[in-house]
């Protein structure tokens, strides 16, 4: 069975920095698309970031402040969070998906509807 699992979540002060974790135990990352998507109460998912060989996509909310790097040696992909907002708190997923994207912006559109495998999520909560 294809399973993500995503930590690092937590409670951080407005202005504070996290680090989300994707990894992988049954399947290898690095031939995958992989995106880091949200979801808050009563709102719809949106996509955060997506990474799908060589290039990256950051939402307009959060480019600048985030990055997506991958560790192809620990089959994990990380949400490098920087100046976190109270607005950015949520619970975050990430998802991935076997053929890549030649623009990338497109696995992030559609609340993720292009990715196959998800993990449960991690919640992250900044408080101001």
């Known amino acids: 069975q294809l399973q993500l699992v995503e930590s690092g979540g937590g409670l951080v002060q407005s202005g504070g920095s996290l680090r989300l974790s994707c990894a992988a135990s049954?399947?290898?990352?690095?031939?995958?698309?992989i995106g880091w998507f949200r979801q808050a109460p009563g709102k719809e998912r949106e996509g955060v970031s997506c990474?799908?060989?060589?290039?990256?996509y950051y939402a307009d909310f959060v480019r600048g402040r985030f990055t997506i790097p991958r560790d192809n040696a620990r089959n994990t992909v990380y949400l490098q969070m920087n100046s976190l907002k109270p607005e950015n708190t949520s619970v975050y997923y990430c998802?991935?998906?076997?053929?890549?994207?030649?623009?990338?912006?497109?696995?992030?559109?559609?609340?993720?509807?292009?990715?196959?495998?998800w993990g449960k999520g991690t919640l992250v909560t900044v408080s101001s």
């Open positions: 998802a991935a998906v076997r053929h890549p994207f030649t623009i990338v912006q497109r696995m992030c559109a559609g609340g993720g509807a292009a990715m196959d495998i």
């Open positions: 049954t399947f290898t990352l690095k031939y995958y698309a």
């Open positions: 990474i799908s060989g060589g290039s990256t």
